[in-house]
C-alpha cells in the first residue's frame, strides 16, 4: 500500500511541480486525473464510497454535497511547507448527507465551511491539518445525533455543535469560539475571540470536559465560558475573574494571566500566520497530562506547518530543458509522515 502511494504521489507531484489544477483520484481500478478549476468537483462526483482524492496545490471550486465516505489530501496550507507543491485551496463549501460516515479531510484551506445536513447523522468524521476559513457546522435538533467527529490541529473558523456527541477537539487554533458543544472534550486549543452575535463567549454549552486550552478573550462582562455542568481543568485564561458558567468544575486554571506573557509573538485577536503561538514559558502552564497547555501539548502535539499525513513534498528541481533523449529530468525529494 505504501508503494503504491509512494508513486501514485510522485506522478502527482510531477503536475503539481508544472502548477497544473489537477486532482488525481485513486481507485481500486487504477488512477484518473482531473484538471481545470472545477476538477475536484468533478472527482468527486466519480467517485466512490471509499476512495481517495488528492489535490494538487491549486485554487478549485468547491461546493459540494457528499453522501459517501470519501478520503481527501491537499498539499497544505502553509507557505513555508508548501514551497515544493503549493497551497491547496478549496473556495465553497462541504455539506456531509448521511451516508458520508467516515469523511476524511486533510492539508487544504476552504474558504467556507464543513457542515451535515440537518438532522443527518454523520459519524467517524476526521478533519486535520485545515485551515477551515468559514465554519465546522453540525446541524440539527439532538433526534439523530452524528457522532465520533475528530477536529485536530487545524485552524478553524467558529465551530457549532448542536447535534454531535462524542467530539474530539484537540490542538486546534479555533478563531470565533465554540457553540452548542454538550458531553464533548475540548483540549489543547488556542481561543482567540469571542462567539459570533455579540456574545462575550469562547465556549457555550453543556457537561463538557474543557483541558489545558488557552481562553485569550477579554471581555467586558467577565463571561469568558458559558454552559452548566462542564469542567474546566488547567486552562489558561486572559481574564482576571471569569464566569465558568452554571454548576461547573473547575480546578487548576490560571487565571489573570498577561496577553504579552502567552505567546512568543501573537497580538490582537485575529489568527496571523506569523505570528508565533509558541508559550514564551512552557514549564510555568502546565495541562493535566504535565505537558504545557495550548496547541504544542498533550499526546497530539501541534505539528509545525500542518503537513498531511501523505507524502510531503519538500523540493523539487525541474531541469529548464529536455536531455538528448528529449526527456525532462525532475528531481524530488519528499519525506513519510509518521501522522
Known sequence: MKKITFILAALFMTVTVLNAQTVALHQTGGIQLFNGTNAFTSACNTAAAGDTIYLSGNGFDA????????FIYGTGHYADSTSATGKTTLSGSITLNENADGFHLEGITLTGKVSTTYNHSVNNVIIRYCHIVGSIEINGDR?????????ANNILGYVELQNAQNV???????????????GNIITNNVFLSKLPNGYYENFRGDNNIAANNIFRIQGSYGMVLNGNNNQFFNNLLAFSNPSYGSNATATGNYTD???????????????????????KTPGTYLGTDGTQVGIYGGTHPYKEGAVPSNPHFISATI???TN??????????TSAQER
Open 63 to 70: 461546493n459540494v454535497t457528499l453522501d459517501k465516505k470519501l
Open 143 to 151: 433526534s439523530n445525533l452524528a457522532a465520533n467527529l475528530t477536529l
Open 168 to 182: 474530539l477537539i484537540s490542538n486546534n487554533i479555533i478563531k470565533q469560539g465554540i457553540s452548542g458543544t454538550y
Open 257 to 279: 494571566v498577561a496577553l504579552t506573557d502567552i505567546f512568543i509573538n501573537q497580538t490582537g485577536d485575529l489568527f496571523d500566520y506569523s505570528h508565533n503561538y509558541h508559550l
Open 319 to 321: 531541469a529548464p530543458q
Open 324 to 333: 538528448a533523449q528529449g526527456k525532462l529530468e525532475i528531481t524530488i525529494k
